[in-house]
């Protein structure tokens, strides 16, 4: 397929997962649903690779930047971006992660000394300022409901949801060592998924939230649906 359907395709689908991650939210903790989503991902995907014969081991190394993989893009990074829809609108939340252009090539440059271009820099800062425009009045106007004693609930999900895009743009770094050890892209990241889902799990334990499923017909149905989206 071409690039620009290509590029269609995927800001459908990364697109609809946010508007997804509203829908469920309410009856089911956060935290909860993160854990929930990324066990049952990591099941199919560990049962598609068993069907096709592969072994399910990793090693060591690839085991540990797996490990590393999963607590940053499946643990940390949607933790924050489900519990910023609490306090932003879906909309919002998956315009911020325009900001991955900007914070990856920033990080590859940080941690592996990857030469960064001018247009990379120049998209990155379009991003920015594009983001600043988009959100510079709601930020104003949650600072001065702070002034007057207000919580500013903006700023809490502005600021989770920005943690969120840090943290994806660390596992997508991390993804350049998990394939020096392992090439089983699939296999890579049913582990991931599983960490992922392990580490969610317990900060959902130690957090006080309680493992429930929605109890309407119609909730249940929107939560399957958004458990089937692609993360």
Do not use: D
Not at 118 to 124: D, N, V
Not at 156 to 171: E, N, P
């Amino acid at each position: 397929m071409s690039s620009p359907v290509l590029f269609i395709l995927a800001s459908l689908i990364w697109g609809s997962t946010f508007f997804g991650i509203t829908l469920q939210l309410g009856e089911v903790p956060p935290a909860v649903s993160v854990a929930y989503r990324f066990a049952l991902s990591s099941a199919v995907l560990f049962a598609w690779c068993a069907l096709r014969g592969q072994s399910l081991r990793l090693s060591l190394p690839a085991q540990r930047w797996t490990f590393l993989q999963g607590s940053s893009t499946f643990a940390l990074s949607y933790i924050c971006t489900y519990s910023s829809e609490q306090y932003l609108v879906s909309a919002l939340v998956a315009v911020l992660y325009v900001l991955m252009v900007f914070w990856t090539p920033l990080l590859g440059r940080i941690a592996f000394g990857t030469p960064v271009s001018k247009r990379t820099w120049s998209a990155g800062a379009a991003a920015l300022a594009g983001v600043s425009l988009l959100f510079h009045e709601s930020i104003w106007a949650a600072w001065q409901e702070i002034l007057r004693g207000g919580q500013g609930h903006f700023l809490l999900g502005l600021g989770l949801a920005l943690t969120g895009t840090v943290a994806s743009s660390v596992g997508n770094l991390l993804v350049v060592k998990v394939r020096e050890h392992e090439s089983n892209v699939l296999l890579t990241m049913a582990w991931a998924m599983l960490w992922g889902t392990l580490l969610v799990a317990v900060w959902a334990l130690v957090s006080g939230a309680s493992f429930r499923l929605p109890a309407s017909p119609v909730s249940g149905a929107v939560w399957f649906t958004s458990r089937c989206s692609v993360p």
